[in-house]
């Protein structure tokens, strides 16, 4: 299994361009998230999803945009990028217990480096 | 918002001594999570306490938790040169929400050879 899978690792964008990055999951995860982690700020949540075709917002979803289309996918969108969107970006997923209780830990992908100028 | 903070926020020792790192949080939890973080990687998820549990060990690895002060820690024996990386606690949020879990900005812990 390849776990959590970000693609890009890297780009560059300059202030107003837009991209997507994908994040894919091959565990058949219910829950999958984003987040940026900034130095000094440790890991904040953009946003989530508790199954396909559903998503909701974290901490700091302005400027971000998201869509679960497949459960095994999930895309964040960056409609006009600005340089305080300067982070690496994790993406995660998670799975239920028996029963269907909530999950608890989470599995990260690598991480994507984006850099907007 | 920053459920758990740990401490400190850098740490410094030499391979075979123990590394204690401090992860305090705000409100009450059902459970705690430490993961790890090499330079430039994703997260590790390393090991879970539930609120309903004092001390926890993995390996190398041990994890105490104290409800009544709001704090764990995890200690790590015998450190090794590739112990070097960042650690986080993470807590999901008061009030159920068990699918999120809130990061603490970390500790910084470098193992010299």
């Known amino acids: 299994n390849a776990g959590v899978t970000q693609t890009p690792k890297f780009r560059v964008l300059k202030t107003g361009q837009s991209m997507t990055l994908l994040c894919a999951q091959d565990?058949?995860?219910?829950?999958m998230y984003w987040y940026r982690q900034d130095p000094g700020m440790g890991l904040r949540l953009i946003h989530y999803?508790?199954?396909?075709?559903?998503?909701a917002k974290g901490e700091v979803p302005d400027g971000y945009n998201v869509s679960r289309l497949k459960k095994q996918n999930f895309l964040l969108g960056l409609e006009s990028a600005a340089p305080s969107q300067t982070s690496v970006y994790f993406c995660?997923?998670?799975?239920?217990?028996?029963?269907?209780?909530?999950?608890?830990?989470?599995?990260f992908g690598p991480g994507t480096r984006l850099t907007v100028l | 918002s920053q459920q758990g903070e740990e401490d400190p926020q850098a740490l410094s020792i030499q391979e075979g001594e123990n590394a204690t790192m401090n992860c305090s949080y705000k409100?009450?939890?059902?459970?705690l999570q430490w993961y790890r973080q090499n330079s430039g990687r994703g997260l590790v998820h390393l090991i879970l306490?539930?609120?309903?549990?004092r001390e926890k060990h993995s390996g190398r690895l041990r994890v105490t938790l104290d409800t009544s002060k709001k704090s764990s820690s995890l200690l790590i024996t015998a450190s090794r040169a590739a112990d070097t990386a960042s650690y986080f606690c993470?807590?999901?949020?008061?009030?159920?929400?068990?699918?999120?879990?809130?990061f603490g900005k970390g500790t910084l812990l470098t193992v010299n050879p």
């Open positions: 995660a997923s998670s799975y239920l217990l028996a029963g269907g209780q909530p999950p608890y830990e989470q599995f």
């Open positions: 565990m058949n995860h219910e829950y």
């Open positions: 999803s508790v199954g396909e075709g559903t998503t």
């Open positions: 409100t009450s939890i059902n459970n």
């Open positions: 306490i539930r609120s309903n549990e």
């Open positions: 993470a807590t999901p949020p008061s009030g159920g929400s068990n699918y999120k879990l809130t």
